[in-house]
């Protein structure tokens, strides 16, 4: 059969009933690495992204505090203790639209003897970048622009105040920088002594690791609560809050990596009769080095979600020291110290939004255990890749 009279000639030397080479579709998932693989499992956990999103704001608003906060931790209004939570009302001025409040007047109920808030006819516009008090910025200069606050001679009190009449508001959101950085540190340190601890156990095996799992089964089996009010108990009552602060975060530490130990012993013990293992071995690399560089690295995805659940359970413990007054105290401003007035039933009647940090400390606590999730799916080699 002749070709047809617009196929190219052959070229020269070749054959021209040769076939024409064939394009072979890859699954990008049998190319990609284990990076990527991690990361696009992950991005199919939209609960666990939107969790992730939700806690990098929270982690962003504890930095800048000062800022985004009305008020400072310190400011008090004795005159507007346990004011409700204020109501912002909105105006149409032209086409923009604008938020207000109205001012403050108290009165004291003859019978119960508490105050009595009411709404005046006076208006009060709700500013951005406005002008308030000053702080330092992360410590090294001054400043004095807050995110949002209200006109002069108004009060801006969206959560209510409190005993002493401070802004729940704005020590929520200072109370955060402390809550959740103590539960990031405290974390990062227990990764230090989890993952070492546990990846020697797994690789060694015998009388060590027999003797570090007697170990851990002993420190899991003392009560959380009572352990952490012995070890806090013990600390001098004289110590500063800085120095307190720092102490809780070695004493978390100290409790919590062994579920992290385990988890590395586990997945080591599952590693090291493997093939590049085995080779490194061979090589003459050093148990230091095969640790460090081909075993630990290859359970970074792991590691990396055990944490993560890990840290609702450092913040709770935190919040639960300072709840019971064996942890943080005031000035410092923590979840837990913020918790302490809704401890009885006559203040959650009298004042129910002082609960607002728990709600707060709620979702926290679930945002990070849905990441979590996600992340530990992810990093599940089992999984199927997209």
């Known amino acids: 059969m002749n070709s047809r009279q617009d196929d190219p000639p052959a070229p020269a030397g070749e054959d021209s009933g040769a076939a024409a080479p064939v394009a072979v579709k890859t ?18 956990h939209r609960l666990a992204v939107a969790s992730g999103l939700l806690i990098g704001l929270l982690y962003l608003v504890a930095v800048l505090a000062d800022f985004v906060a009305p008020y400072s931790s310190s400011r008090r209004e004795f005159r507007l203790s346990y004011l409700p939570p204020q109501a912002v009302h909105v105006e149409i ?26 709404e005046t006819e006076a208006r009060f516009r709700v500013v951005f970048l406005t002008r308030g008090e000053s702080y330092r910025v992360l410590g090294l200069f001054e400043s004095n622009l807050r995110l949002f606050g209200v006109e002069d001679g108004g009060r801006l009190f969206l959560w209510g105040t409190d005993s002493a009449g401070r802004c ?12 959740l950085f103590i539960g990031l540190l405290a974390v990062v340190l227990s990764l230090a002594l989890g993952a070492t601890i546990g990846a020697v156990s797994g690789y060694y095996g015998g009388m060590i690791d ?13 009560p959380g609560i009572a352990l952490w009010m012995s070890l806090s108990a013990a600390l001098p009552r004289d110590w500063t809050q800085l120095q307190m602060y720092f102490a809780i975060i070695l004493i978390l530490s100290l409790l919590g990596w062994t579920t992290l130990a385990r988890e590395v012993r586990g997945r080591v013990l599952s590693l090291r009769n493997e093939d ?20 630990i690295p290859s359970l970074t995805s792991h590691i990396i ?17 300072s709840f019971l007054g064996i942890g943080l105290s005031r000035p410092m401003v923590s979840w837990g110290v913020l918790l302490q007035q ?6 959650l009647m009298a004042a129910p939004w002082l609960f607002l940090p ?26 199927k890749s997209s």
């Open 27 to 44: 699954d990008r998932a049998s190319v990609a690495t284990p990076w990527q693989l991690f990361w696009w499992r992950f991005l199919r």
């Open 93 to 118: 001025d032209g086409l923009v639209p604008r938020l207000y409040v109205h001012g403050i007047s108290r009165t004291m109920d003859p019978n119960t003897g508490r105050a009595v808030y009411a």
């Open 342 to 347: 809704a401890q009885s039933v006559e203040a």
């Open 276 to 295: 590049f293992v085995v080779a490194a071995r061979l090589s003459g690399c050093s148990t230091f080095r095969l640790l460090r560089v081909h075993l």
């Open 358 to 383: 728990g709600v707060v400390l709620i979702v926290t606590v679930l945002a990070f255990n849905f990441l979590g999730d996600g992340l530990r799916d992810a990093a599940d080699p089992y999984a």
């Open 168 to 179: 729940v508001l704005s020590q929520t959101i200072h109370g955060a920088r402390i809550s």
């Open 210 to 222: 027999h003797a570090v799992q007697r170990l851990i089964e002993v420190l899991r089996s003392i």
């Open 305 to 321: 979600a055990t944490l993560t659940l890990a840290i609702p359970a450092i913040i709770l413990a935190e919040t639960s020291l």
